[in-house]
């Protein structure tokens, strides 16, 4: 038993015929498609390494089927800037050394995407609270809530 | 230096890459998805690996039966260590240790298991998915051998035996003696002790273990690309126990998701892929799941310390002993050996104190459970923890402050260096320079009355100091691990300019995290002369230098830096020699800056590009003896090492209703020697703090007595998330060390300072209850029982 599902990630259309149900969407976009920029860190829904946007919203791929997304709109982090062109966050990671070892920084900027979108991130423990479902055994967080912030600093400037 | 006013010396003896904070050169990939880790490789239709591991604690196999796995859809084999004993030697943990065995390491459990998560046997399929199905169709029988949990049981007469031919559990005891404890702590004003615990923890790279063999058919070799930081010592290991020649096994670390020690060991899994790929001349895949890399990979620290410290009237540390219980897990590892983590428990126990009499026991002890390896701080953790919280016991006793009595036993800026009473040789370190500054930043004195005001409101505050020492980039004199034959000692640089006057400069270490790619550039920029965007480093990877090990051990910017700094000179003089002809100058006048060589105080340069042409490809302008290939390659051995040292100070509240500890300050003032960028050092001490808080505060493997793991899945083992991570403020006492290039090693020490740090704070927060803090975690509820106790306690009293 599979199915044909239909998405656009990170623009592209891909129709993909024989989807297994019990396909995980963090595999499909890994194996299926390549895109081995989502990262696998528990597939139990806790270290967020695998958050992607669908239709607009983060979710763990890792709790998801892939024929749950057929006709949505995915995004993962090889939709956000290029290595020449870096988007403004990711250029925050930099600036500020946001990442080391790299492992869960796509699921940071993805969720990073999310909570600059949404919230007004007053604080800094609104940051931190944004964050709080992904896990970074690297960098103590100092540094991705320092990225995040000046990135939210950065998109209001623009906004105004 | 683009104007064309002529070079003056001044320019071309200013750095301008060491000690910038110069973004990091593997940021935009990482940033982007298009980093590489070992489970992103994409070989030609590659098979994948499952492992059947054991559930059992102990327990002799006595029938396995795959037939049914065998018939599943898309299995292509089934592996058990029957089928594959002629395909490979034992791994030996070989150590020179007396009082040592060395168990050996079977890439699958023969005969029998000895913990839960033990690999059994290897399903081989078409996926992943259809390799797990068939897991569930293979039969095992066990006849159950009586689960060994407990350390302190696994030393009782009668306890289960782990390994028969060792005829004890005890797997590893050493003992560490100077000067007469036993009149020393007679004389003592006052003795404080205590039975003092860490539990056992996983380094949790956020990356689990993953491996990638890939199978070329034209040379009938194989290339291994594995989550690991140690890449050269899986080489020569799997060269040994498969025999097959280096150069038709190539090892190569990817981009590494983090390790803290946890992929710095050799792993049966990595054997077994290897072996798996030559039988069926296929390329292979296999990724640990969150509850495989938590039950099998090394984990870490796991002692019971019975202490005791001795002091004089004026607070001097007089003498110290102590007893040490390591729970080793089942297996020793290769090649640190289980002696690894609780020997270096008594080997620093001393710390950056000068202690006139020591006495220190270990025993490392076999139970069921994975075996501990290197974890970021190693040993040193626990030994940093104990000693403090001796400190502050001492300090209490005598009614001197906290920062008082380190000050009065540290080692002082005249007295380097010096030989602790365990026979480690500190040298020169900022050790009180770095108390001052922490004090300082910290706001010591206001800090103690901020506290003072929080008593009388009758709030739990307290304030928390650790000071630690610990030895970086050590050379060939030194083994890292006790006894251990691998040398650890050197690192080798090749530097290159081709024939495009392109720069590559290859390395042995490793990088997981640390941005060596970086660090290393910045290096070979400021001392080759070459602009920073021009140089590639190479690293992780075996086929690039005859030898390597990897990165482990706060070594690599010492012995990694080390061996730059001396190819680039070699390098340099080869340049210069070229230039010279070319720019028809004298040798002495040429300075290569910039990616150029210039004849000082003239417009006169040639460009490496230039250089590269008349060496390598243009048969005219140069002497063929002049034609030196544009390569130079070190090996650097510090021989000693160097020190690195700092105090953490934490101050923290209690909540008395929840029991939650929030940490309201933090500060390390540390001596990494010189800094080469600032930005990742300070990164590296966040990132190891947040580390020592996880130890300190919440994370723990809980094992029952039946030797089953009850915290394996990441809402169990709890590591810190952003809200309970504070800011951290860092400052540096830059204290230049002996060895080439005056860098220390840092990356671990935020992991050492942090559980002490935070211990004493809670200790002192909690101390008007008159309760001690001697077990790490202090979750709350443990907080919560010892409150209870000093109220029932504080009722007797009073009744
Ligand atoms: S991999 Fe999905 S949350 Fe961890
Ligand atoms: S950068 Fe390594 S886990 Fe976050």
Redesign the interface.
């Given at each position: 038993m599979s199915a044909k599902i239909s998405v656009i990630v990170n623009g592209e259309k891909y129709d993909v015929p024989g989807v297994?149900p019990?396909?995980l969407l963090s595999d499909f976009l890994?194996d299926t498609l390549?895109?081995?920029?989502?990262?696998?860190?528990?597939?139990?829904g806790?270290?967020g390494?695998c958050t992607v946007l669908v239709n607009g919203d983060s979710v763990r791929s890792c709790l998801m089927f892939a024929i749950q997304v057929d006709g949505s709109e995915i995004t993962?982090?090889?939709g956000?800037?290029?290595?020449?062109e870096?988007n403004v966050l990711?250029a925050q990671?930099?600036?500020h050394?946001g990442?080391?070892?790299?492992?869960?920084?796509?699921g940071m900027?993805m969720t990073g995407e999310d909570l600059l979108r949404k919230y007004p991130l007053a604080t800094?423990?609104d940051?931190?609270?944004g964050?709080?479902?992904?896990?970074?055994?690297?960098?103590?967080?100092?540094?991705?809530?320092a990225a995040i912030r000046s990135a939210a600093t950065k998109r209001s400037e623009k906004a105004s | 230096m683009n104007s064309d006013r002529p070079a003056q010396p001044l320019d071309v003896l200013r750095p301008r890459n060491v000690g910038a904070p110069i973004?990091?050169t593997?940021?935009?990939?990482?940033?982007?998805?298009?980093?590489?880790?070992s489970?992103?490789r994409?070989p030609d239709r590659p098979l994948h690996l499952a492992f059947l591991r054991s559930s059992q604690a102990h327990a002799r196999i006595t029938r396995i039966d795959t037939a049914a796995a065998l018939a599943s859809p898309g299995v292509v084999e089934v592996l058990t260590a029957e089928s594959i004993v002629k395909d490979f030697k034992p791994v030996i943990p070989f150590s020179r240790m007396t009082n040592y065995y060395a168990t050996p390491i079977l890439p699958l459990a023969a005969g029998k298991v000895r913990y839960v998560g033990e690999a059994v046997a290897a399903v081989i399929a078409t996926s992943r998915?259809l390799a797990e199905d068939a897991l569930e169709l293979i039969e095992i029988d066990y006849e159950p051998l009586g689960a060994v949990s407990r350390p302190e049981f696994a030393v009782t007469e009668g306890a289960p035996l782990l390994h028969d031919a060792a005829g004890t559990n005890v797997l590893v005891a050493r003992e560490f003696k100077k000067g007469d404890v036993a009149s020393d702590s007679k004389a003592a004003a006052v003795r404080v002790g205590g039975r003092f615990e860490v539990t056992r923890k996983a380094p949790?790279?956020?990356?689990?273990r993953s491996y990638t063999v890939e199978y070329e058919k034209r040379r009938d070799a194989i290339t291994l690309y594995t989550s690991s930081n140690i890449p050269g010592i899986v080489r020569d290991a799997i060269s040994e126990s498969l025999d097959l020649p280096g150069h038709r096994l190539r090892v190569v670390a990817p981009?590494?998701?983090?390790s803290?020690g946890s992929k710095g060991s050799l792993y049966p899994e990595e054997i077994l892929i290897c072996i798996a790929a030559r039988r069926l001349r296929r390329s292979l895949k296999w990724?640990a799941?969150?509850l495989e890399d938590i039950s099998s990979s090394s984990q870490a620290f796991a002692e019971i310390v019975d202490a005791e410290m001795g002091f004089d009237a004026n607070g001097i540390a007089i003498s110290l002993q102590a007893d040490v219980i390591g729970d080793v897990g089942a297996y020793s590892i290769y090649p640190w050996t289980c002696g690894l983590e609780p020997v270096q428990v008594v080997s620093f126990l001393p710390g950056p104190y000068k202690i006139a009499s020591y006495r220190g026991a270990v025993r490392g002890v076999a139970t069921c459970k994975p075996p501990t390896g290197p974890y970021r701080g190693v040993g040193r953790p626990i030994s940093t923890f104990v000693t403090e919280r001796l400190m502050d016991l001492g300090a209490k006793a005598l009614g001197i402050d906290p920062l008082e009595i380190r000050r009065r036993n540290l080692v002082r800026p005249e007295e380097f260096p010096y030989r602790i009473a365990s026979g480690i040789i500190w040298d020169r370190t900022g050790f009180v320079e770095c108390l001052d500054a922490a004090a300082e930043t910290a706001g010591y004195r206001e800090l103690r009355s901020l506290q003072a005001d929080a008593r009388k409101q009758g709030r739990l505050f307290g304030i928390g100091i650790a000071s630690y020492a610990e030895l970086t980039g050590i050379g060939s004199r030194i083994a890292v691990a006790p006894g251990m034959p691998i040398n650890t000692g050197s690192e080798t640089a090749k530097i290159t300019i081709d024939s495009t006057g392109a720069i590559t400069a290859a390395f042995g270490v490793a990088s997981?995290?640390?941005?060596l790619e970086t660090t290393l550039a910045q290096i070979v920029a400021d001392d080759l002369g070459a602009r920073f965007e021009d140089v590639r480093v190479i690293q992780g990877d075996s086929d690039e230098v005859p030898m390597s090990t990897g990165s482990y051990a706060s070594r690599s910017a010492v012995l990694g830096g080390g061996a730059a700094k001396h190819a680039c000179r070699i390098l340099s003089e080869k340049i210069k020699r070229v230039a010279s002809h070319l720019l028809e100058a004298n040798q002495d006048d040429i300075e290569v800056f910039g990616g150029k060589a210039i004849v000082l105080g003239t417009d006169r340069a040639v460009t490496f590009r230039q250089i590269a042409k008349a060496v390598y490809s243009d048969m005219k302008t140069l002497p063929v003896k002049a034609r030196e290939e544009l390569s130079a390659t070190y090996t650097y051995d510090p021989i000693n090492g160097t020190t690195a040292a700092a105090t953490h100070i934490a101050a923290v509240e209690v909540d008395p209703a929840t029991c939650f500890v929030r940490i309201v300050k933090y500060v390390v003032a540390e001596d990494c020697g010189r800094i080469i960028n600032p930005?990742?050092v300070?990164?590296q001490v966040?990132?190891?703090?947040?580390?020592g808080i996880g130890a300190a505060l919440f994370e723990e493997l809980v094992y029952d007595d039946d030797g089953q793991l009850l915290s394996a899945?990441?809402?169990d083992y709890v590591?810190p998330?952003?809200?309970e991570?504070p800011?951290?403020e860092v400052v540096h006492v830059e204290s230049e060390s002996g060895v080439e290039g005056g860098f220390r090693g840092m990356g671990e020490g935020?992991t050492i300072g942090a559980p002490a740090a935070i211990a004493n704070a809670i200790a002192d927060a909690l101390s008007p209850l008159g309760i001690e803090v001697s077990l790490l975690p202090m979750t709350p509820e443990r907080i919560f029982r010892l409150m209870e106790q000093a109220k029932l306690k504080s009722r007797g009293k009073s009744r």
């Amino acid at each position: 038993m599979s199915a044909k599902i239909s998405v656009i990630v990170n623009g592209e259309k891909y129709d993909v015929p024989g989807v297994e149900p019990r396909l995980l969407l963090s595999d499909f976009l890994r194996d299926t498609l390549g895109l081995t920029g989502t990262h696998v860190g528990c597939e139990h829904g806790v270290c967020g390494a695998c958050t992607v946007l669908v239709n607009g919203d983060s979710v763990r791929s890792c709790l998801m089927f892939a024929i749950q997304v057929d006709g949505s709109e995915i995004t993962t982090v090889e939709g956000l800037g290029t290595p020449e062109e870096l988007n403004v966050l990711q250029a925050q990671f930099r600036e500020h050394h946001g990442l080391q070892c790299g492992f869960c920084t796509p699921g940071m900027l993805m969720t990073g995407e999310d909570l600059l979108r949404k919230y007004p991130l007053a604080t800094d423990e609104d940051i931190r609270e944004g964050l709080s479902g992904n896990l970074c055994r690297c960098t103590g967080y100092q540094n991705i809530v320092a990225a995040i912030r000046s990135a939210a600093t950065k998109r209001s400037e623009k906004a105004s | 230096m683009n104007s064309d006013r002529p070079a003056q010396p001044l320019d071309v003896l200013r750095p301008r890459n060491v000690g910038a904070p110069i973004r990091r050169t593997e940021d935009p990939r990482l940033l982007t998805g298009r980093g590489e880790y070992s489970a992103d490789r994409k070989p030609d239709r590659p098979l994948h690996l499952a492992f059947l591991r054991s559930s059992q604690a102990h327990a002799r196999i006595t029938r396995i039966d795959t037939a049914a796995a065998l018939a599943s859809p898309g299995v292509v084999e089934v592996l058990t260590a029957e089928s594959i004993v002629k395909d490979f030697k034992p791994v030996i943990p070989f150590s020179r240790m007396t009082n040592y065995y060395a168990t050996p390491i079977l890439p699958l459990a023969a005969g029998k298991v000895r913990y839960v998560g033990e690999a059994v046997a290897a399903v081989i399929a078409t996926s992943r998915y259809l390799a797990e199905d068939a897991l569930e169709l293979i039969e095992i029988d066990y006849e159950p051998l009586g689960a060994v949990s407990r350390p302190e049981f696994a030393v009782t007469e009668g306890a289960p035996l782990l390994h028969d031919a060792a005829g004890t559990n005890v797997l590893v005891a050493r003992e560490f003696k100077k000067g007469d404890v036993a009149s020393d702590s007679k004389a003592a004003a006052v003795r404080v002790g205590g039975r003092f615990e860490v539990t056992r923890k996983a380094p949790l790279a956020m990356e689990p273990r993953s491996y990638t063999v890939e199978y070329e058919k034209r040379r009938d070799a194989i290339t291994l690309y594995t989550s690991s930081n140690i890449p050269g010592i899986v080489r020569d290991a799997i060269s040994e126990s498969l025999d097959l020649p280096g150069h038709r096994l190539r090892v190569v670390a990817p981009d590494v998701g983090g390790s803290f020690g946890s992929k710095g060991s050799l792993y049966p899994e990595e054997i077994l892929i290897c072996i798996a790929a030559r039988r069926l001349r296929r390329s292979l895949k296999w990724t640990a799941d969150r509850l495989e890399d938590i039950s099998s990979s090394s984990q870490a620290f796991a002692e019971i310390v019975d202490a005791e410290m001795g002091f004089d009237a004026n607070g001097i540390a007089i003498s110290l002993q102590a007893d040490v219980i390591g729970d080793v897990g089942a297996y020793s590892i290769y090649p640190w050996t289980c002696g690894l983590e609780p020997v270096q428990v008594v080997s620093f126990l001393p710390g950056p104190y000068k202690i006139a009499s020591y006495r220190g026991a270990v025993r490392g002890v076999a139970t069921c459970k994975p075996p501990t390896g290197p974890y970021r701080g190693v040993g040193r953790p626990i030994s940093t923890f104990v000693t403090e919280r001796l400190m502050d016991l001492g300090a209490k006793a005598l009614g001197i402050d906290p920062l008082e009595i380190r000050r009065r036993n540290l080692v002082r800026p005249e007295e380097f260096p010096y030989r602790i009473a365990s026979g480690i040789i500190w040298d020169r370190t900022g050790f009180v320079e770095c108390l001052d500054a922490a004090a300082e930043t910290a706001g010591y004195r206001e800090l103690r009355s901020l506290q003072a005001d929080a008593r009388k409101q009758g709030r739990l505050f307290g304030i928390g100091i650790a000071s630690y020492a610990e030895l970086t980039g050590i050379g060939s004199r030194i083994a890292v691990a006790p006894g251990m034959p691998i040398n650890t000692g050197s690192e080798t640089a090749k530097i290159t300019i081709d024939s495009t006057g392109a720069i590559t400069a290859a390395f042995g270490v490793a990088s997981h995290g640390q941005g060596l790619e970086t660090t290393l550039a910045q290096i070979v920029a400021d001392d080759l002369g070459a602009r920073f965007e021009d140089v590639r480093v190479i690293q992780g990877d075996s086929d690039e230098v005859p030898m390597s090990t990897g990165s482990y051990a706060s070594r690599s910017a010492v012995l990694g830096g080390g061996a730059a700094k001396h190819a680039c000179r070699i390098l340099s003089e080869k340049i210069k020699r070229v230039a010279s002809h070319l720019l028809e100058a004298n040798q002495d006048d040429i300075e290569v800056f910039g990616g150029k060589a210039i004849v000082l105080g003239t417009d006169r340069a040639v460009t490496f590009r230039q250089i590269a042409k008349a060496v390598y490809s243009d048969m005219k302008t140069l002497p063929v003896k002049a034609r030196e290939e544009l390569s130079a390659t070190y090996t650097y051995d510090p021989i000693n090492g160097t020190t690195a040292a700092a105090t953490h100070i934490a101050a923290v509240e209690v909540d008395p209703a929840t029991c939650f500890v929030r940490i309201v300050k933090y500060v390390v003032a540390e001596d990494c020697g010189r800094i080469i960028n600032p930005l990742i050092v300070d990164g590296q001490v966040h990132g190891g703090v947040a580390q020592g808080i996880g130890a300190a505060l919440f994370e723990e493997l809980v094992y029952d007595d039946d030797g089953q793991l009850l915290s394996a899945s990441l809402i169990d083992y709890v590591i810190p998330s952003a809200p309970e991570v504070p800011n951290m403020e860092v400052v540096h006492v830059e204290s230049e060390s002996g060895v080439e290039g005056g860098f220390r090693g840092m990356g671990e020490g935020g992991t050492i300072g942090a559980p002490a740090a935070i211990a004493n704070a809670i200790a002192d927060a909690l101390s008007p209850l008159g309760i001690e803090v001697s077990l790490l975690p202090m979750t709350p509820e443990r907080i919560f029982r010892l409150m209870e106790q000093a109220k029932l306690k504080s009722r007797g009293k009073s009744r």
